[in-house]
């Protein structure tokens, strides 16, 4: 049986507990355990870079991404790149969580931003989409220690929001000036 490697790609980037070099090559990874372990490579360049990539850059990728322990291989005949099991992606196992409800247990594991030094377009709409659904999450619970929890770790306006509605104090919400004043606005 395969080894099992953790993969952190919330707020840090490491490979079983060590920081990596390439977290260019562990964004491939994360995209193809995101997408169920495979991700035809049409696809992955659109996702993973913003202008057109020389032909050599998912390859490169990959064989980091297996350097530092992550098993991504390419399937020629079908044109895609493959997770084999493995790895156990953090940001996968929140979203999980977050999918059975279990806003709690997925705080627990949350510890930053998704990849939070990558510009790709992959890299912004999932970290955007994990703390819109994590937000989302906590403020359905109605349970504003919960939500004042969950504002240290995620920044974000609706949060911040609900937390002043629900009672907290302004001082102890992480609110920007712009957003305290459009809240005593519209309060």
């Known amino acids: 049986m395969a080894e099992r490697i953790e993969v952190a790609t919330l707020g840090r980037c490491t490979v079983g507990g060590v920081a990596v070099a390439s977290r260019r090559a562990v964004e491939l990874a994360a995209l193809l355990a995101l997408q169920g372990g495979r991700a035809h490579r049409d696809w992955a360049l659109v996702s993973l870079f913003e202008t057109a990539p020389a032909p050599s850059s998912l390859p490169t990728l990959a064989m980091r991404a297996r350097k ?8 020629r005949l079908r044109g895609c790149y493959r997770l084999e099991k493995g790895a156990v992606f953090d940001v996968v196992r929140v979203l999980k969580l977050l999918d059975q409800d279990r806003v709690r247990e997925a705080l627990d594991l949350y510890k930053g931003p998704f990849l939070p030094k990558s510009g790709s377009p992959f890299a912004v709409r999932t970290r955007a989409n994990l703390e819109d659904r994590i937000v989302r999450a906590v403020v359905e619970t109605g349970d504003v220690s919960l939500m004042t929890r969950a504002d240290r ?4 306006p609706v949060l911040s929001e609900e937390l002043v509605r629900g009672g907290a104090d302004t001082a102890t919400v992480s609110l920007s000036r712009t957003w305290l004043s459009v809240l005593k606005a519209v309060g």
């Open 153 to 156: 770790l995620v920044k974000h």
């Open 68 to 75: 530092a322990g992550i098993p991504v291989r390419y399937e």
